[in-house]
């Protein structure tokens, strides 16, 4: 329980500095088991404080307390993407990708990022052969940040400068 309580507890004090907070939903159920946490109530309360968060929709389910989250399909995205940015009020942006596996070599990848005005969604694109896909939700998760930050236009805003309201630390 102490690990669960780390999270959520430095997003409220970095969210009351007003630093640009992110939050992702990797669920690992053996690992939630093993500290005997909440997973939902600890993404709750991490849903609270971040801008940015990466939940795929069974994280979503999961979040908006759904009981059969792990059997939501990703194409309740959209929907439940939009429940959450009006539960979490300070969310901005919730993206996720999505990965189709065709065999061990061959995957198709797409994204989805939703802000309050729009939903944009990157058609899967063929990737093979794959050599090593660790770390490419990270490397997802790097690149839109970068992108959020440098006001590239990722979402339809350009001209709105992150950095007028988020100091970087």
């Given at each position: 329980?102490?690990?669960?309580?780390?999270?959520?507890?430095?997003?409220?004090?970095?969210?009351?500095?007003?630093?640009?907070?992110?939050?992702?939903?990797?669920?690992?159920?053996?690992?939630?088991?093993?500290?005997?946490?909440?997973?939902?109530?600890?993404?709750?309360?991490?849903?609270?404080?971040?801008?940015?968060?990466?939940?795929?929709?069974?994280?979503?389910?999961?979040?908006?307390?759904?009981?059969?989250?792990?059997?939501?399909?990703?194409?309740?995205?959209a929907e439940l993407s939009a429940r959450a940015l009006q539960q979490f009020t300070q969310l901005e942006y919730i993206a996720c990708t999505e990965r189709i596996e065709l065999s061990a070599t061959?995957?198709?990848?797409?994204?989805?990022?939703?802000?309050?005005?729009?939903?944009?969604?990157?058609?899967?694109?063929?990737?093979?052969?794959?050599?090593?896909?660790?770390?490419?939700?990270?490397?997802?998760?790097?690149?839109?940040?970068?992108?959020?930050?440098?006001?590239?236009?990722?979402?339809?805003?350009?001209?709105?400068?992150?950095?007028?309201?988020?100091?970087?630390?």
């Amino acid at each position: 329980a102490q690990h669960a309580a780390f999270v959520p507890e430095l997003l409220e004090r970095a969210h009351e500095q007003r630093l640009l907070t992110s939050f992702d939903c990797n669920f690992l159920a053996k690992l939630w088991q093993r500290w005997q946490s909440d997973a939902a109530t600890c993404f709750r309360q991490c849903a609270q404080q971040a801008r940015v968060m990466f939940a795929d929709a069974r994280s979503l389910g999961l979040i908006l307390g759904s009981d059969k989250a792990s059997e939501i399909p990703s194409s309740a995205f959209a929907e439940l993407s939009a429940r959450a940015l009006q539960q979490f009020t300070q969310l901005e942006y919730i993206a996720c990708t999505e990965r189709i596996e065709l065999s061990a070599t061959h995957h198709r990848l797409g994204a989805k990022l939703r802000s309050r005005e729009h939903l944009h969604e990157l058609e899967p694109l063929d990737i093979q052969p794959i050599v090593d896909r660790i770390g490419t939700g990270d490397a997802f998760a790097a690149g839109l940040l970068h992108g959020l930050l440098d006001v590239v236009d990722i979402v339809g805003h350009a001209g709105h400068d992150p950095a007028d309201r988020y100091p970087v630390v």
